[in-house]
């Protein structure tokens, strides 16, 4: 969840249903991708009770004026809206020395909340109209920056999406997070990098009917599983619940 704090005791949160609130006839999750900022230590701790991993979903690549820490932002790094999400702006990652301190200061956060890993977000601004001349190659820089960051701070960090540098970044990440690789039929670059070096792919495909998303399991989850991947479907605005592929 990336929009409010985890309920533990909300088994749409906690991945224990499917979005119709029918029980899942499979186990339950070992791994949380969770808000850095909405989540508590005492929640971290919770989910490491009970055998799971957490992952703090931290926005690299995008300035959100809603965050605590927004007036840290000056105006020299923020570009044209990221129109994905409201209030959201592409960050000029060329200023690392600017954003540097702004993104370790999140880590940290992420660490003292006992977090395990890092899911930096919105780190293909390259590949999008983000107000910045940026490049295929700043984009490389700035990503390896901030796989070292949290490396150097003694955490596990995921390539989010940027499947076309995946062929350069796997060495600098330890699993990725893709979207909808099944539906845009990419997902092999994947098993050729990630896969191949013994690092997990996380996948998700989205139940969007309006869009015209990808909704069939049987479209992707058979491939999925015969690849390894730990890949399931959910609704497009992640308001709870998951049908996993296995």
């Not at 570009?79 to 000029?92: A, I, M, N, R, V």
């Not at 780190?123 to 820089?141: K, M, W």
Request: aromatic share 12%; proline share 7%; net charge negative.
């Amino acid at each position: 969840m990336i929009d409010h704090p985890l309920d533990l005791n909300d088994p749409k949160d906690m991945g224990l249903v499917d979005p119709t609130g029918a029980p899942i006839d499979t186990p339950p999750p070992t791994v949380y991708d969770i808000d850095w900022e909405f989540t508590t230590a005492e929640t971290v701790a919770a989910l490491h009770a009970r055998g799971a991993k957490v992952i703090c979903y931290v926005d690299v690549g995008a300035f959100e004026d809603y965050r605590p820490d927004a007036g840290d932002f000056p105006d020299s790094v923020k570009g044209k809206p990221d129109y994905h999400w409201e209030g959201s702006f592409w960050l000029d990652i060329r200023q690392i020395d600017v954003l540097g301190p702004i993104m370790e200061a999140r880590f940290q956060v992420c660490k003292d909340k006992g977090f395990d890993a890092i899911e930096p977000d919105e780190v293909d601004g390259y590949a999008n109209d983000s107000g910045f001349p940026l490049t295929y190659e700043d984009q490389i820089a700035y990503n390896r920056f901030i796989a070292d960051l949290a490396h150097g701070m003694g955490m596990s960090v995921g390539l989010k999406g940027d499947i076309e540098q995946a062929e350069d970044l796997w060495p600098h990440f330890d699993w990725t997070l893709n979207e909808q690789c099944f539906e845009y039929d990419e997902c092999e670059i994947l098993v050729d990098t990630f896969l191949a070096n013994g690092k997990a792919v996380f996948e998700v495909e989205y139940d969007d009917p309006f869009s015209g998303h990808m909704t069939d399991r049987s479209l992707f989850c058979e491939q999925a599983n015969a690849w390894g991947f730990n890949s399931m479907e959910m609704p497009l605005d992640l308001d709870g619940g998951r049908w996993p592929c296995r």
